[in-house]
């Protein structure tokens, strides 16, 4: 076991180098604190064998005294442990979730279009957390348990050698107890948390998406179905509850079994006057004490089997290669970029699915306006994604100005190009923050042009505080139409040399899309455009319209040449909902 989890605990001791000081000094505090605690029995022995029977004012005042400054310094290192351990491990849990987070974003595409938000946020969350705290309170749990044991032991041994080898064969019977339980209540803490996960992923989902599910009348549909993991839930915990309670009735009756021994033949070694009466009550005390750090032992054993589950999982990720990678020697675009694209002999396909693109040629001369059209599934976004370099190509390569995009810096690339998507996500930020993503030093002319551009300026006026209107979660106050806009709005002021649109202006009304896209093509006369619609009729005015079908090019043209070629456009074209569209 030690060799799979060397890997594991290696990442751990990484991250927790930066802070080991601090882990260090909470760490030394909180055991020294322990070991203070051990000292009680002592002082109380002092007092029931030498100062009670002499009735000595000072010493019991000495007693006194010395009982308080150990119990001061002893809540004052337990406090100041606590403090700094607490604030290494918030520290902790900060750095590996920074981490993460940067590994997200380093992870492609076909990583977030095929991972849950949920199971994303459970290693984000749950498991940072349980790493840090269960990592991090190993240590002091593994010394103290061993300071403790060694401490019991040698004291309870010094008091009374042979009353020791009475409590000591009560060890490997509280082991045996513990570890039986461990393994039940461990299944049962298990199935606890998963089926608490069960029902909180059912929750996300349904709070997600409630308008969906009254307007499918569900709510019934729905509330059953959360009673149903809520129950389960409940028995799960119920379940957990009841081991947990026979375990720690199991554990009090190893304890009184050995307060049992220890007052009857403690008690007679007394009679006898091998052991005085301040002895047995230490050695009472220290025997509730020995079984402290055993239960620690058996605790820190499934510590160790949580930590190693929740490492695995953060390491999944953290050990995941992005598919697509930035090259030590990548390079810049060069200035001013014309927009020169070309895909040659493209194939791809989305992992272990049928080929989306095959042996795929396109040619987008600078400054050049395009319609990209098919049918739905025809592979339109993918050729998008592909120029954006969400993806990569299997065979074949994407050029701009000649480069192969794959040569490119990731950031160039995306600074130069602009992919506005078909679901065009926007932030639960202000209208203003949301359009600066584009380019956070554009000067609020840039951004009245933009919003000219995308033809919000009525939006403006009628937003409660204008530029510094909240959008809220993903733009939702907003319409469909609204929230286009400000994603073209946002394209504006990064001013791209190639921008892809997909969709962007499908939610306007015929009239207004026309407005739109000619603003955007006058203002972006010289960079090259790629508009992605299924209202053809809107793109009757572009250079050149492709028609993607199957994943190849059917035909390409302008628009009265594809029309009069009486194809696959001609056909979309002329179909009656595309005719009801114009
Ligand atoms: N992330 C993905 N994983 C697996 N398959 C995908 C993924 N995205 C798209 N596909 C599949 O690839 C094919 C092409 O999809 P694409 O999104 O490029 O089509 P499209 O032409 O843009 O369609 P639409 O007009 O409906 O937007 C489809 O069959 C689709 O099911
Ligand atoms: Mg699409």
Known sequence: MSLKLNPQFRWFARQLRPLIRAHLLSVSLIVLSSLMFLLDPLIIKWLIDRILPRKDTHLLLLAASGFFLIYTARLGFSGLGALIYSRTMQNLVFRIRLG????????????????????????????????????????????????????????????????????????????????????????ASDDAQQQSSLESNFLQDHLASIIQIQLLHQEHNQTRAFMERGSAKLRAINHRSLIEILFSTSYMSVIALGTIAILGFGGYQVFAGALTIGGLVAFYSYMARL?????????????????????????????????????PTALHLPSPTRGYVEMRGVSFSYSGRQPVLQGFDLKLEAGIKVGLVGVSGSGKSTVAKLMARLYDVDSGAVYIDGIDI????????????????????????????????????????????????????????????????????????????????VALARAVVQNPSLLLLD????????????????????????????????RISSLNWVDRIVVVNRGVIEEQGTHPQLISNGGLYAHLHNTPTVAADR
């Open 100 to 187: 993460i987070l940067e590994q997200m974003n380093r992870l492609s595409a076909d990583y977030h279009e095929t991972t849950p938000t949920g199971q994303k946020l459970y290693r984000m969350q749950q498991d940072i957390d349980q790493v840090a705290e269960l990592g991090s309170s190993l240590v002091p749990y593994a010394l103290q348990a061993t300071f403790t044991t060694i401490f019991v032991l040698g004291t309870m041994s010094v008091l009374d050698f042979r009353l020791t080898c009475m409590v000591l064969p009560l060890i490997p019977v509280f082991f045996v107890f513990q570890r039986h339980f461990e393994a039940l209540l461990r299944a």
């Open 291 to 327: 079984f402290d750090p055993l239960h620690a032992a058996v605790e820190i054993y499934s510590r160790l089997n949580r930590l190693k589950t929740s490492i695995r999982r953060i390491l999944e990720v953290i050990e995941m290669t992005p598919s697509v990678t930035e090259k």
């Open 503 to 534: 969709e962007s202006t499908s939610a306007l009304d015929a009239p207004s899309e026309r407005r739109v896209l000619t603003n955007l093509a006058q203002h972006f006369r010289n960079q090259t455009m790629v508009f992605i619609s299924h």
């Open 406 to 485: 794959r040569e490119l810096r990731l950031g160039c690339l995306r600074t130069k190009l602009c992919y506005v998507m078909q679901d065009a996500v926007l932030f639960d930020r202000t209208l203003k923050e949301n359009v600066l993503l584009g380019n956070p030093s554009a000067t609020m002319k840039d951004l009245r042009h933009a919003i000219e551009i995308a033809d919000l300026e009525e939006l403006l006026q009628r937003l409660p505080k204008v530029w510094d209107s909240p959008l809220g979660p993903r733009g939702s106050a907003l319409s469909g139409g609204e929230r286009q806009r």
